[in-house]
C-alpha cells in the first residue's frame, strides 16, 4: 500500500476515534443519566414511585418537597424490608436539605434539614401500600440532614428509628437522642432524650461564680419479659466543676415504657440536665 495511502487510512481512523470518544462523552454528560436505576431491585426505588414526588431538581439531582413555604431537597437515604408475622414491610429514611428561592442549599446556622419516616407494606413485587409517615422533622444546624438508625425496640417484630442531633457554639455543646416508631397510622417519637452537655469552652476560669457542667449519658437496652417495648437503662455521668472544686455526677436508673403516653419517661434525667442550653 502506497504511504500516502496508509496515512490516509491512520488520519480517517483517528478522525473516527475522536468522534466516538467525543460521541460517548457527549452521552455520559447528558443531564438524564442520573435517574437510570442500576439496581432495580433496591427497594428505595419502589418507595420513591410509592411517594410520587411532584417535582424533580436536575440540577441537586433530588426530589422537592414543600412544607410551610420551606422547599427542601430530599432523597430517600434508606430502606430496609422487614418481614413481620408473614407479611413484609419497608421501613424508609427521607432526608432533606433546605433550599433557598433559586434552590441553592442553605448553610446558615439557623437553617435546618429535613427527616420523614415512611412504612410500606409490599402488597405484591411491585406494589407498595402505604402503612404510616411522620410528619415532617426539622433538624441538623446548618441546613445539615440529620441521620436515623434502624433499631429493634423491643420484643415484637417492628422496626424503629434513632436520630441524634447536636450542636456546638461559643463554647457551648450538647446532643439530643429520640425514637420513632410507627403507631396506627402515624410514626411518633416515643423517646426524647438529652444524652450529653458541656459548658467548658465557654467558661472563664477567673469568673468566681462560674459553673462548668460536662454530662454524659449512655442508653442502654434491657430485655422486658413483660411489655412491648425493651426496658432502658440510663446512666448519666460528668462533672460539676465550681471554685475550683470538681464534683462527680453519677447517675443510674431503669425506665420502663408508659402505654399510657406511649413514651418513656425521662424527667429524672432532665432535672440533671436543668438549666443547660446548647
Not at 117 to 146: A, H, M, T, W
Not at 188 to 193: E, G, Q, R
Not at 240 to 247: A, G, P, V
Amino acid at each position: 500500500m502506497p504511504a500516502n495511502r496508509i496515512k490516509l487510512v491512520c488520519l480517517v481512523s483517528l478522525i473516527c476515534l475522536f468522534a466516538a470518544c467525543a460521541k460517548q462523552q457527549e452521552i455520559s454528560g447528558n443531564s438524564l443519566t442520573h435517574i437510570v436505576l442500576n439496581d432495580l431491585n433496591d427497594p428505595r426505588n419502589q418507595v420513591v414511585e410509592s411517594i410520587k414526588y411532584k417535582e424533580y431538581d436536575l440540577k441537586n439531582e433530588c426530589h422537592i418537597r414543600s412544607s410551610d413555604q420551606t422547599l427542601y431537597c430530599v432523597n430517600i437515604d434508606s430502606a430496609i424490608i422487614s418481614v413481620e408475622n408473614g407479611a413484609k414491610f419497608i421501613y424508609a429514611v427521607e432526608n432533606g436539605n433546605e433550599l433557598n428561592e433559586s434552590r441553592e442549599k442553605m448553610n446558615a446556622h439557623v437553617n435546618l434539614g429535613s427527616l420523614k419516616f415512611f412504612k410500606f407494606e409490599q402488597v405484591n413485587d411491585n406494589k407498595l401500600k402505604l402503612i404510616s409517615e411522620s410528619d415532617l422533622i426539622s433538624c441538623g444546624p446548618y441546613g445539615g440532614r440529620c441521620s436515623a438508625v434502624t433499631y429493634k425496640y423491643g420484643n415484637g417484630p417492628e422496626l424503629a428509628w434513632v436520630v441524634t442531633t447536636g450542636d456546638m457554639h461559643q463554647g457551648y455543646s450538647g446532643s439530643n437522642l429520640s425514637a420513632y416508631t410507627a403507631m396506627g397510622k402515624k410514626i411518633s417519637p416515643f423517646l426524647d432524650i438529652q444524652i450529653s452537655y458541656s459548658n467548658e469552652g465557654a467558661i472563664r476560669g477567673d469568673e468566681p461564680d462560674a459553673i462548668v457542667q460536662i454530662l454524659d449519658t449512655k442508653v442502654t437496652t434491657v430485655p422486658s419479659t413483660t411489655e412491648k417495648f425493651f426496658d432502658l437503662k440510663i446512666n448519666v455521668t460528668g462533672k460539676e466543676i465550681k471554685k475550683k472544686k470538681s464534683s462527680p455526677v453519677d447517675f443510674s436508673t431503669v425506665i420502663k415504657f408508659d402505654s399510657k403516653s406511649n413514651s418513656y419517661p425521662t424527667n429524672a434525667v432532665k432535672k440533671i440536665y436543668e438549666g443547660t442550653e446548647y
